[in-house]
């Protein structure tokens, strides 16, 4: 692992001593609406740095802890399963060295190749999915490797009743018929959460964030906004009940922040992640 010198804030430690590794995987090439989260993670590095390292929701600083920022992966457009070997190789090393990947997508298609890594060290993984979209068809357009599509290839890999899924509000109607009977799916909202926890105590659990789960009042900068979504208070909320879980590895992606040229969105993301390294990391 070299060193990045360009990272997100707070997050300047050595490789050696950190337990969270946070790497970037701009790749965005099925995207299947508005196209643009391959720029996510370089400007939310850059724009982090509008926002302070101390949560006052936590009482938490990231200066506190050992966070590696390994930079963005160079990851081969195109086909997409190039780019998710590339992500399931950097993963695996960061999961062998006993370490935590945190992977800034990127569309959520990414989150495969995590969980790829993932579930070969964690074979009992578990997933906790926090979106608008269900991502459970089967293909999209032909092609079974889509962001359309990456909770039903997950699937593939954990299982039924492994996936645990809170805000959807939109989907086709087969992939709702999927999940009433393979995995736990909760719409709307957030609510729930606190007995998917409870229920799962010390498994290995991998978490991940599509930030379009938010009202596109709140968040705007995402490549398939839905109307209808949580809050900040709400999802900041949710992230805070994670910290007794056993999370393995996390992810956050479909940031497209080219689409609200205000920059709130990719503040809002910024804030999102600093909570989450502080909560994962305990």
Excluded: W
């Amino acid at each position: 692992m070299k060193e990045n010198v360009h990272t997100f804030i707070g997050c300047d430690n050595s490789y050696e001593e950190s337990r969270i590794v946070i790497f970037g995987a701009p790749y965005d090439c099925t995207t299947s609406f508005r196209p643009g989260t391959r720029f996510a993670s370089s400007v939310m590095r850059s724009e982090s740095f509008g926002i302070e390292t101390y949560s006052p929701y936590l009482d938490r600083d990231l200066e506190d802890i050992p966070v590696f920022d390994s930079g963005d992966l160079e990851l081969r457009f195109g086909g997409p399963e190039s780019a998710l070997c590339d992500i399931e190789e950097h993963s695996s090393k960061i999961l062998s060295d006993g370490k935590i990947p945190c992977m800034i997508g990127g569309e959520h298609l990414v989150t495969l190749g995590a969980v790829r890594a993932a579930v070969k060290k964690y074979p009992r993984l578990h997933i906790i999915h926090f979106d608008a979209h269900a991502d459970l068809r089967d293909e999209y357009l032909g092609q079974h490797l889509s962001h359309a599509c990456v909770m039903r290839r997950c699937h593939d890999l954990v299982g039924d009743g492994r996936i645990f899924q809170f805000g959807i509000r939109s989907g086709d109607r087969s992939e709702f018929e999927f999940a009433k009977t393979h995995v736990y799916q909760h719409k709307f909202d957030l609510a729930t959460l606190e007995e998917t926890i409870a229920a799962l105590n010390d498994e290995p659990v991998y978490f991940t964030l599509d930030l379009d789960v938010l009202d596109p009042s709140i968040f705007p900068g995402t490549g398939t906004p839905e109307a209808g979504g949580v809050s900040f208070r709400e999802l900041n909320y949710a992230i805070q009940l994670l910290e007794p879980l056993n999370i393995v590895g996390f992810d956050i992606n479909e940031l497209s922040p080219h689409y609200d040229q205000s920059g709130v969105s990719t503040a809002v993301a910024c804030k999102l992640l600093r909570e989450l390294l502080l909560i994962i990391h305990k």
